[in-house]
T-cell receptor, first 114, second 113 residues
Framework: AQTVTQSQPEMSVQEAETVTLSCTYDTSENNYYLFWYKQPPSRQMILVIRQEAYKQQNATENRFSVNFQKAAKSFSLKISDSQLGDTAMYFCAFEETGANNLFFGTGTRLTVIP | ETGVTQSPTHLIKTRGQQVTLRCSSQSGHNTVSWYQQALGQGPQFIFQYYREEENGRGNFPPRFSGLQFPNYSSELNVNALELDDSALYLC????????????FGPGTRLTVL
C-alpha cells in the first residue's frame, strides 16, 4: 500500500523569503506521479506542481519547484519569493500511473508573514 | 469551460439518516473521483466512476455508494450516517482516456449530529 508522510504540520515564512516543505512516500511501484496541492481557506484543492517518476529533471512552475529524490522516496516543495496568497494547507499526493486516484499526506499548514 | 461544482455547500444530518451529495464534472471530463477529508487530515479516496461504472474503491464500507450519469455528473450516497462521517467531501473530475490532472470542486461540508 502506498503511504505519504508530511512531517511538518505547520510552517511559517516571511514574505519574499524561501521555504521548503517536506514529503516522503512509500511504494513498490516504479511508475507513478507525485503532486503538491494547495488548499486555501476557500477549501478548493488546487494543483501546484506535478512530477512524473520517470523524469529525472525536477519540475518547476514559476516560483514553485520540487526536489525529487526517487531512491530516497523524497519529494520536497520549494516556494521562492513567498507571497501572502501562498498561505494555505499544502498536501503532497501520490498516484500510481493509470490508477487515477490520489493518496494524500496529512498536510502542512503554511503561513506567510507580512 | 465550467469548473467542477458541488452541491450542497453545507449539510447537517443526524445519525442514522441518509445523504446524497452531487457533483458536476468539468466539461469534457469522463471520470469523477470522490474523497473524504476529515478535519485536520488529508483527503482519502472513496471511489471513482468512469463512464457510469465504479472503477476503483478505497477502504470505505458499502454504505458509501455512488452513481455516474450519462452527462458524467455524479452522486455520492451515504446510508446509516455515523458521527465519524462528518467531513468535507470533495469530488474531482478528469479524463481517464488520456492523462489529465484531477480538477477538484469546492467540497460539501457534512456534519452528522
Amino acid at each position: 500500500a502506498q503511504t505519504v508522510t508530511q512531517s511538518q504540520p505547520e510552517m511559517s515564512v516571511q514574505e519574499a523569503e524561501t521555504v521548503t516543505l517536506s514529503c516522503t512516500y512509500d511504494t513498490s511501484e516504479n511508475n507513478y506521479y507525485l503532486f503538491w496541492y494547495k488548499q486555501p481557506p476557500s477549501r478548493q484543492m488546487i494543483l501546484v506542481i506535478r512530477q512524473e517518476a520517470y523524469k529525472q529533471q525536477n519540475a518547476t512552475e514559476n516560483r514553485f519547484s520540487v526536489n525529487f529524490q526517487k531512491a530516497a522516496k523524497s519529494f520536497s516543495l520549494k516556494i521562492s519569493d513567498s507571497q501572502l496568497g501562498d498561505t494555505a494547507m499544502y498536501f503532497c499526493a501520490f498516484e500510481e500511473t493509470g490508477a487515477n486516484n490520489l493518496f494524500f499526506g496529512t498536510g502542512t499548514r503554511l503561513t506567510v508573514i507580512p | 469551460e465550467t469548473g467542477v461544482t458541488q452541491s450542497p455547500t453545507h449539510l447537517i444530518k443526524t445519525r442514522g439518516q441518509q445523504v446524497t451529495l452531487r457533483c458536476s464534472s468539468q466539461s469534457g471530463h469522463n471520470t469523477v473521483s470522490w474523497y473524504q477529508q476529515a478535519l485536520g487530515q488529508g483527503p482519502q479516496f472513496i471511489f471513482q466512476y468512469y463512464r457510469e461504472e465504479e472503477n476503483g474503491r478505497g477502504n470505505f464500507p458499502p454504505r458509501f455508494s455512488g452513481l455516474q450519469f450519462p452527462n458524467y455528473s455524479s452522486e455520492l450516497n451515504v446510508n446509516a450516517l455515523e458521527l465519524d462521517d462528518s467531513a468535507l467531501y470533495l469530488c474531482a473530475s478528469s479524463h481517464r482516456d488520456y492523462y489529465n490532472e484531477q480538477f477538484f470542486g469546492p467540497g460539501t461540508r457534512l456534519t452528522v449530529l
